[in-house]
């Protein structure tokens, strides 16, 4: 995998992929904007960072109880809009305006959102859909891959038309659902290809990373390379998939290891992370996998169920970003350095684009009891020593965001041996095919022409069409 040899022989991963793609130009140079908002007019929505955005809508989402109903980030506008019923109670209404929101009056309460998400679970819990509420129509977005046909996407609509008129929508796509298991930085083990997600200090003090649960699950010990010695082993204990969420935790074996907290986005460049942010629809995102690189996108859902071949998973963000085998575990960040999500899986390529859901970092290091990046554990305070590739001005000011040396190492990309065979090896036509060790579900996983290359994509599978790449 893409890491930087650290002085004393200490290794670490340096969260995120391999090769940048045309989404590098984005994030170079950091542009964050400061909140200039109308802070003469309290009552007039105010210009905010993507994190302050998130920030507010958590505070409004408890000073406004049960009128609360979602909230997004207006991009383009670099504002916050809050949905709310209409009540009696207009004063807390003013408050969120003073605040700085942009509030907006809708008809679909969280409760009834909820309820009605509650009923596509317990009648049309189909392998090939997903759910998520989409503040920003107000409606639960349906979306069902290229294998729901015939009766079941009747059962999907009949259920979705029971919700009632202007309680959801359907979406069809192209492609079919899949985790990416097969990683920005590469990680191997036996038939797995994976990507670390995010270096982060265990509860025990002790280095690891993040990375997604199908991953976790699918082999005990992983490798910085093809074929190379174990250097990092999932914590068991943490690893979840399916079920509420996708995730494990994976300490590295060597204690002295360095973990810096940043993401390597190619091309000897490097963003810093510096904390754990809660997504918001319309936030933009960039995404590394050590398959694809770097794309971009935005969130589009929040609290997504993806029904996958081998299990519901629930919790998810929901994005436009594109991903391919091998993408698993990746980083989901911002262009100023908040770390968002792990790669699970989705529908599409980068070639024709799809839907990809992330496990959200917040709830991962919640429920594994990790902190974000390297802290004492390496030494450094951001989790970063001095040669962790981020400059003088590093953070999350106008200047951070790229380091000078942090680029992908000698063993980076996803290049000839970026899938990985049935038979565990790794070789230059190698497929993300996935044995029964790799964690696959019954039929295997993907074909032998699924890997992380440029033919990248799902091969047979079972009739759901759903496969879990290995």
């Known amino acids: 995998m893409s890491h930087k040899r650290m002085p004393k022989r200490k290794a670490a991963i340096a969260a995120g992929g391999v090769a940048a793609l045309g989404a590098a130009a984005i994030l170079l140079p950091q542009a964050n904007a400061s909140q200039d908002g109308a802070s003469d007019d309290a009552a007039a929505p105010r210009t905010l960072k993507a994190a302050d955005a998130s920030d507010l809508a958590s505070q409004l989402a408890g000073l406004l109880g049960d009128a609360f109903a979602g909230s997004y980030y207006d991009a383009d506008s670099r504002q916050l809009v809050v949905n709310v019923i209409p009540g009696d109670n207009n004063n807390v209404i003013v408050q969120a305006k003073k605040a700085g929101a942009k509030i907006r009056e809708v008809d679909n309460s969280l409760s009834e959102l909820d309820a009605g998400a509650q009923t596509l679970k317990s009648e049309a819990t189909i392998p090939g859909t997903a759910w998520a509420v989409d503040p920003r129509t107000n409606k639960i977005l349906v979306t069902a891959d290229s294998t729901v046909t015939g009766a079941k996407w009747d059962r999907l609509e009949s259920t979705v038309q029971s919700l009632g008129s202007g309680m959801a929508t359907i979406k069809k796509s192209q492609g079919t659902f899949k985790t990416f298991l097969s990683g920005g930085d590469a990680i191997f083990a036996g038939g797995a290809r994976c990507s670390a997600g995010f270096n982060v200090t265990a509860g025990d003090g002790t280095p690891a990373f993040l990375t997604a649960g199908h991953c976790g699950v699918a082999a005990a010990e992983w490798s910085d390379a093809q074929g190379g010695a174990p250097i990092a082993t999932v914590d068991a204990a943490t690893a979840t998939f399916p079920g509420a969420g996708d995730f494990a935790l994976v300490k590295y074996d060597d204690p002295a290891t360095e973990a810096p907290s940043e993401v390597n986005v190619g091309g000897g460049q490097t963003v810093q992370i510096s904390q754990a942010a809660d997504a918001e629809v319309g936030l933009q995102v960039f995404r590394m996998g050590s398959t694809t690189g770097l794309s971009d996108g935005q969130v589009l859902g929040l609290d997504a169920t993806v029904n996958y071949p081998e299990g519901t998973v629930t919790g998810l963000i929901q994005t436009d970003v594109c991903a391919e085998p091998g993408d698993s575990g990746g980083s989901l960040f911002t262009q100023d350095g908040l770390a968002i999500g792990l790669t699970s899986g989705g529908s599409g390529d980068c070639t024709?684009?799809?839907?990809?859901?992330?496990?959200?970092?917040?709830?991962?290091?919640?429920?594994?009891?990790?902190?974000?990046?390297?802290?004492?554990?390496?030494?450094?305070?951001?989790?970063?020593?001095?040669?962790?590739?981020?400059?003088?001005?590093?953070?999350?000011?106008?200047?951070?965001?790229?380091?000078?040396?942090?680029?992908?190492?000698?063993?980076?990309?996803?290049?000839?041996?970026?899938?990985?065979?049935?038979?565990?090896?790794?070789?230059?036509?190698?497929?993300?095919?996935?044995?029964?060790?790799?964690?696959?579900?019954?039929?295997?996983?993907?074909?032998?022409?699924?890997?992380?290359?440029?033919?990248?994509?799902?091969?047979?599978?079972?009739?759901?069409?759903?496969t879990e790449t290995h």
């Open 352 to 466: 024709v684009g799809g839907e990809t859901f992330f496990q959200p970092v917040t709830t991962a290091l919640e429920a594994v009891g990790a902190t974000l990046g390297a802290g004492d554990a390496a030494g450094g305070d951001a989790g970063a020593g001095e040669d962790a590739g981020v400059g003088e001005e590093a953070g999350v000011g106008e200047e951070a965001g790229v380091g000078e040396e942090a680029g992908a190492g000698e063993e980076a990309g996803a290049g000839e041996e970026a899938g990985v065979g049935e038979e565990a090896g790794a070789g230059e036509e190698a497929g993300a095919g996935a044995g029964e060790e790799a964690g696959a579900g019954e039929d295997g996983g993907a074909g032998e022409e699924a890997g992380a290359g440029e033919d990248a994509g799902a091969g047979g599978a079972d009739d759901s069409g759903l």
